[in-house]
Nanobody
Framework: QVQLVESGGGLVQAGGSLRLSCAAS????????MGWFRQAPGVEREFVAA????????YYADSVKGRFTISRDNNKNTVYLQMNSLKPEDTAVYYC????????????????????WGQGTQVTVSS
């Protein structure tokens, strides 16, 4: 199991930026894929972005492509989500997740491929 702690959420005006961080501890020796998901009230949790175990491949939901950037620093066991040009519809609780194992490219967006989740951090974008 991997323990994940998110930080960096907050309140920002539309057009602004935030950077989320996710610190991992525990079963991180295998350098597993990591992802970010989000959940707004009354909406199912949805995929936002993911990064492969070595940072060489990244994946994004269409709704955030070109605005968000996921990255990782394996020396610090930390994953980041840089969010620019934020919109009110980006308002949600953002969750960091660690995959069960290395993934094929078609699997990164599925929440069922992740077995460790952080507690979530609230992002609120005002109009």
């Amino acid at each position: 199991q991997v323990q994940l702690v998110e930080s960096g959420g907050g309140l920002v005006q539309a057009g602004g930026s935030l950077r989320l961080s996710c610190a991992a501890s525990g079963r991180t020796g295998g350098k597993i894929p990591m992802g970010w998901f989000r959940q707004a009230p009354g909406v199912e949790r949805e995929f936002v972005a993911a990064v492969s175990w070595n940072g060489g491949s990244t994946y994004y939901a269409d709704s955030v492509k070109g605005r968000f950037t996921i990255s990782r620093d394996n020396n610090k066991n930390t994953v980041y989500l840089q969010m620019n040009s934020l919109k009110p519809e980006d308002t949600a609780v953002y969750y960091c997740a660690a995959a069960k194992a290395r993934l094929g490219s078609a699997s990164y967006q599925s929440s069922t491929e992740y077995d460790s989740w952080g507690q979530g951090t609230q992002v609120t974008v005002s109009s």
